[in-house]
Structures are given as C-alpha cells and as structure tokens.
C-alpha cells in the first residue's frame, strides 16, 4: 500500500526527477554538488551521477516541488487519481481483488496494482461512482 514516502528514497512512485538545478561542482569522479533551492535547504546537496539526468528543455519532464507537497519532514503523500482497471486472482483458498491505480504527477504507465480493499479504506471516494472497471 502506498502512502507516505520520504523524498529521495528509492520507490516505484518516488518522484524521479524535479526541477532542474545547476551543479556547483564536481566531487570526485561520480559525484556532484547541486545549488538546491531554499525548501530542499535539509538535503544533503552531493547526488551521485545515477540519480542525475542531463535537462532537457522539455516542461513536460519537470514536476515541481510545490506540485510534489513535500512537507517539512521532507516526506510527501501520494495522491490517488482514478482506478484503471480490476482483477481478482483466484488462490487456493480465496480470492483477492486488486484495482490498478493511476497517482497523482505519474503516467499511466507506472500506475500499480494495489488491494482493493485497502484502497476503499484509504480512498473511498474512488469508488463511489460504482464504475471500477471490470
């Protein structure tokens, strides 16, 4: 189930990338130091180059920190859109349903399969239409 994750930690729907920011210098052979802005003062500004991707000025590509609410423990709470698809997975001795959901600044393409009945609890107003598909 998702729900609060901490920014920077790894996760399938952590925000991948940000707003572009200028690297300040170059920290060994793998490293950069980046001029973060005044709401990521608590990160630690040193990013190895994996975590870095060149900008390309496409507006598109870039989501930013206001749109993200990251809150002062540098944590922010993934936002539910809409329920995708359905399925039920037949075990051996029940049945458990799972939805697709699409989140918030997310493409359709990383949207997740979570339990259906954890979501009703977490965000019943998903289902409150009656048109979870089938």
Known sequence: MKGVMRFGNKGKLSPQYIVPYKISKRIGNVAYELELSQELGAVHPVFHISMLKKYMDNPSLIIPTEDIGINDSLSY???????????????????????????????????????????????????????VPN
């Open 77 to 131: 709470e993934e936002i539910p859109v809409q329920i995708l698809d359905r399925q039920v997975r037949k075990l051996r001795i029940k049945e458990v349903t799972s939805v697709k959901v699409l989140w918030r600044n997310q493409f359709v393409e990383v949207a997740t399969w979570e339990a259906e009945e954890d979501m009703k609890k977490r965000y019943p107003h998903l289902f409150e239409s009656g048109e």
